[in-house]
């Protein structure tokens, strides 16, 4: 990954996004030859010289402050994720190539996770990587997910599944958002482990074998992916639309325990009791 571009590509993108107005500051005339704010602008509500903020842009961040990176973000109305991937980015600048190398061992999943995951047993439950690598499911969960497990590879990986197998934009009833979240959780593990090469195979992996994956990893859009919803199609029950909270395990760096659950008394939580009985017919 060329570090420069990286920077250049991702502050111009997040200028472009937003208007004078939005700024905070007065449109003048009609013939704006950019489509978001100017350097000037960002370089006057970041509190820098015009020089420096083009020097920062052209990807040039091995030196700037916190401070001076703070002003940038507010200036550019960056969220958390985003103003967190600045930083990364500015820390790989200052090491100049010489951060530690990430290694990611093969990870196993502590006995005690896995009681966990086979204590909830009326809604999906499973642990994942970085990677989007799926190490341990409860029963509803692998039921939920059959169609990723289908790929005789070994982890089986949402990545993988939602961005190079058909059947991933039916069953996701909103494969767009959801591919680009995917992709944008990439970006952000990507600049924060540069040196992870699991994690930069897989993104090989997918832009060369994805048809959609660089229109929307040309985006540089970047996210932490810790909550939301997702509407899916199974090919058993049909659809459900599922919240899910992802809770990071803080003596388990890189694991992710994420649940999904439906509204009390919607079809969906029927779907899931239904799936339920489906699974037990599989065991």
Do not use: C
Not at 70 to 99: Q, T
Not at 220 to 236: E, L, N, Q, S, T
């Amino acid at each position: 990954m060329d570090e420069k571009a990286e920077v250049r590509d991702f502050l111009t993108t997040r200028r472009a996004r937003i208007t004078p107005e939005e700024a905070g500051l007065p449109a003048y005339g009609g013939n704006r030859r950019v489509s978001g704010l100017r350097r000037e602008e960002v370089a006057m509500l970041a509190g820098v010289s015009v020089d420096y903020y083009a020097n920062l842009e052209r990807g040039n961040l091995g030196g700037a402050s916190d401070s001076v990176l703070a002003s940038i973000s507010r200036a550019l109305h960056l969220d958390g994720a985003e103003h967190e991937h600045l930083f990364d980015l500015a820390r790989r600048a200052a090491a100049g190539g010489r951060m530690a190398p990430h290694r990611t061992a093969a990870p196993s999943v502590r006995p005690s996770i896995l009681r966990v995951l086979d204590a909830v047993e009326d809604v999906p439950a499973w642990v994942r990587n970085a990677h989007y690598d799926v190490l341990a499911t409860n029963r509803l969960a692998h039921a939920l997910l059959v169609q990723v497990f289908a790929d005789p590879a070994r982890p089986a990986n949402l990545a993988r599944f939602t961005l190079l197998d058909p059947a991933a934009k039916i069953f996701w009833r909103d494969w767009e958002r959801t591919a680009s979240d995917t992709i944008a959780y990439l970006r952000t593990q990507a600049a924060r482990t540069p040196h992870d090469k699991a994690l930069s195979d897989l993104i090989g992996e997918l832009a060369t074998r994805g048809t959609e994956f660089s229109r929307l990893w040309a985006k540089h859009d970047v996210r932490f992916h810790r909550a939301g919803y997702k509407r899916i199609h199974h090919p058993v029950v049909g659809d459900l639309d599922l919240s899910f909270e992802a809770m990071e395990f803080p003596s388990d760096p890189g694991l992710v325990l994420t649940v999904y659950t439906p509204e009390p008394g919607s079809s969906s939580a029927d779907a899931l009791r239904l799936l339920a009985t489906w699974a037990a017919t599989q065991d």
